[in-house]
């Protein structure tokens, strides 16, 4: 039985380059790229992956054009209204992470109904990243951490993890990126100290389910070793 990654988390890179290459406006990509979410999403359901992250909107992405940020607004409304119920039926669990007061009350009432509406449900996490930085998540820990006036020696790892997003789910195992650059753009900081990197030139309105594929079946013969030896992962002597 081939190893699955349990969580997924995707940065969805290049849907300005697909819509140059169409001589197109990058409008045009993004709305591709938000019908690629599909067949994300349809993967991880087939694949029985427990969480799917998904970089949808940067902190840094608010210093794009106006006329860009105010596209991607659009179509994150545009989804909210339109797939969520659906999402929902199918018993997908919604979760927005990132800095909620950037968006407009809007979007973030249909935020809140979107969670409210799934928070039963457990056949995939469906996690969107809005307004998000890593940066950003580890200060928003920190400050909640401290909030709780802790004594010096109660700042550990494993408290300052329990306000981190996502910190009822396990970390993400793959990290897939589109697009063809291989960096992680403040995602997951935190999170990710473990995870595995797969990037790949296509361009994410292209993503297909055999490109998936390729990133989990190439993601089945890495060897995890969390700062151990080999020889400790199989269980040999040293
Ligand atoms: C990066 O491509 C993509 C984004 C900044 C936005 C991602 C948004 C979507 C895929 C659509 C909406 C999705 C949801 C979940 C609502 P880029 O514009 O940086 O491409 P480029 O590097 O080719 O210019």
């Not at 409304?77 to 039926?89: G, K, P, Y």
């Not at 199918?90 to 909620?100: K, N």
Request: glycine residues 8%.
């Amino acid at each position: 039985m081939p190893l699955l990654p349990q969580h997924i988390a995707v940065i969805m890179d290049g849907n300005g380059r697909w819509a140059a290459q169409r001589g197109s406006v990058r409008s045009i990509g993004h709305r591709a790229g938000a019908k690629a979410v599909q067949v994300a999403i349809e993967f991880c359901l087939e694949q029985h992956i427990g969480s799917l992250t998904l970089f949808a909107f940067s902190s840094e992405n608010w210093n794009r054009p106006p006329e860009e940020v105010s596209t991607l607004m659009k179509l994150f409304l545009r989804m909210l209204d339109t797939e969520i119920e659906e999402l929902h039926r199918r018993g997908v669990r919604i979760r927005f992470i990132g800095q909620r007061s950037d968006f407009a009350p809007e979007i973030r009432e249909k935020m809140a109904w979107a969670e409210a509406l799934s928070a039963g449900n457990s056949t995939l996490n469906l996690n969107i990243a809005g307004s998000y930085g890593g940066r950003w998540d580890i200060v928003n820990a920190c400050r909640a951490l401290l909030a709780t006036a802790p004594a010096a020696e109660d700042i550990t790892e494993a408290a300052l993890g329990r306000f981190m997003a996502l910190a009822d789910q396990p970390e993400p195992d793959l990290l897939i990126r589109t697009g063809g650059d291989c960096r992680i753009s403040n995602f997951l900081l935190w999170q990710m100290a473990y995870t595995e990197f797969w990037f790949t030139p296509t361009l994410w309105p292209d993503i297909t389910r055999e490109v998936l594929l390729q990133a989990v079946s190439d993601f089945a013969g890495r060897e995890r070793r969390f700062g151990l030896t080999s020889a400790q992962v199989h269980g040999e002597q040293a």
